[in-house]
């Protein structure tokens, strides 16, 4: 098929995620063509530097040969076997005890998903199961984190706060509460431990107002994504486990993106040494060489539900739970962090990393500049005494993706002008020079534009 008929029959026929249709129509799909490394190539034949693993997943860089190798082989031995009825596989199994050995100590017990949206919608099951079967069927309230993200299932968006996941989708649900995000920048504490006794003191009041008796969990990530790439201070995660213990809640660590050494450590909790009732993860899991996520669970959710009923079955599954191709290729995606020393990589790369993103705090359009191992973000704004952001009818955001693309930059620029970069483990020294390069260019071709200029001179009272 032309480059042609396929974005013809792009427009005509695939439905894209979180999208406007109409401006997807118009504009067009970008078909990507293939990858090495850290770089895509698009099927013009466009080399473009990824500094998002495309969508924070793929943490091990793309063509990593020894992946292809253990899932070709998997596929050749046994390309599928059901979890159902009592049937397993061995790399699912060994996937399991791997996790279980290398998460922090609490978690005991996994459950496979295709993905993260469906590891919370399971996590969720698991835990309004889990207070039925132990006779207390009155905790169904769950609370999170305004600007969370906990993946576009039918439950789970609900626990996402992000307003376009909840418009038109009559979420979220009534038993589905939000607390403010620990965002440094746009508060005014006048410090970390001030910042972290508001995050306590706001889940201990929403408790309090719907009595312990009726909250089952909080959930939250450690650094929010979606949201922004909101990086709290250290110390917060802990303080907020300990709240939920002391409330008598569960406490969900969602490490969907944090996880498998993005922030530094293998899970972000480890920094921490936080240890959860329950955790979420997917993405970094397979590197995205192939869908799965999981649920890593207690011994004492596990053992509730367990004993909750002496012959009935515990009624959730999915087809593709513990797909044994998945699996293999999560095992070797571990070898990769450890003994392939990308997880070593990566963090001896976090201070590269940081140092060039805040170099950036110098552009006249950047606000803020935060970061945990090799998850950063930038904030632009049109102000920086006032932190005043740009007029959506900018569309900065827009302008900042074009502008990339033409620079050979791929990294994700948020609605509200806040631009993430996630780049893989496996960077070098000479890619990190260049990504920095090329999105320094970026942002002085975007105010080089006269609309950005004059909207950030309007607003600053800087003359051009
Ligand atoms: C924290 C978090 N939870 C859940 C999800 C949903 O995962 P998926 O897109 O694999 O369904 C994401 C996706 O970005 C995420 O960042």
């Given amino acids: 098929m032309s480059i042609q008929s396929l974005i013809e029959a792009d427009r005509k026929h695939l439905i894209h995620p979180v999208i406007n249709y109409r401006a997807h129509e118009a504009r067009g799909v970008t078909v990507l063509e293939s990858a090495d490394g850290a770089f895509l190539r698009d099927a013009n034949g466009n080399e473009l530097l990824d500094a998002f693993s495309g969508l924070w997943c793929v943490n091990v860089g793309y063509g990593q040969q020894s992946i292809v190798k253990v899932a070709a082989e998997q596929m050749a031995r046994l390309p599928y076997a059901t979890g159902y009825f009592h049937f397993g596989s061995a790399p699912a199994i060994e996937l399991a005890e791997k996790l279980v050995a290398l998460s922090p100590a ?16 399971s996590a969720l099951r698991f835990i309004t199961h889990y207070f039925n079967a132990t006779g207390r069927p009155t905790k169904k309230h769950i609370i999170a984190l305004e600007r969370g993200y906990h993946g576009s299932s039918a439950v789970g968006s609900g626990l996402t706060a992000l307003p376009v996941f909840h418009r038109n989708f009559d979420v979220p649900l009534p038993n589905q509460h939000h607390i403010p995000s620990p965002y440094a920048y ?10 972290i006794a508001a995050s306590v003191a706001a889940l201990e009041a929403k408790v309090a107002a719907l009595g312990a008796e009726n909250v089952a969990a909080f959930f939250c990530e450690p650094i929010q994504g979606s949201g922004g790439v909101i990086v709290p201070p250290a110390g917060w995660l802990k303080a907020m ?17 944090t996880g498998f050494g993005r922030t530094g450590p293998l899970f972000a909790c480890e920094a921490e ?12 899991l397979t590197s995205g060489y192939a869908p799965m996520g999981a649920v890593l669970m207690s011994d004492a959710v596990y053992q509730g539900i367990a004993d909750g009923d002496p012959v009935a079955s515990v009624g959730h599954g999915h087809t593709y739970s513990a797909h044994p191709v998945s699996a293999a290729i999560g095992l070797e995606v571990m070898r990769l962090y450890h003994e392939g020393g990308l997880l070593a990589n990566g963090l001896a790369n976090g201070p590269r990393f940081a140092q060039g993103l805040d170099a950036l705090l110098a552009h006249p359009l950047v606000g803020d500049s935060r970061h945990r191992g090799l998850l950063g973000a930038l904030e632009l704004v049109a102000d920086k005494n006032t932190k005043q952001g740009f007029d959506a009818s900018l569309k900065l955001p827009d302008r900042i993706a074009a502008a990339a693309y033409k620079n050979r930059l791929v990294f994700r620029a948020f609605g509200d002008n806040i631009l993430g970069f996630a780049p893989a483990l496996s960077y070098t020294a000479s890619e990190f020079d260049l990504l920095f390069e090329r999105l320094e260019k970026t942002l002085d071709d975007v105010l080089a534009e006269p609309e950005v200029r004059a909207a950030l001179r309007v607003k600053s009272g800087v003359a051009a």
Wanted: charged share 25%.
């Fill in 186 to 195: 746009r508060n005014t504490f006048p410090d970390d431990a001030a910042l």
């Fill in 106 to 121: 609490s978690l005991q017990h996994v459950y496979f998903t295709l993905g993260g949206s469906d590891a919370v919608d």
């Fill in 273 to 284: 040494n936080v240890e959860p009732d329950l955790m979420t993860v997917a993405k970094g």
């Fill in 241 to 257: 486990r300990e709240t939920c213990r002391k409330l008598d809640i569960l406490f969900v660590a969602d490490e969907v993106i």
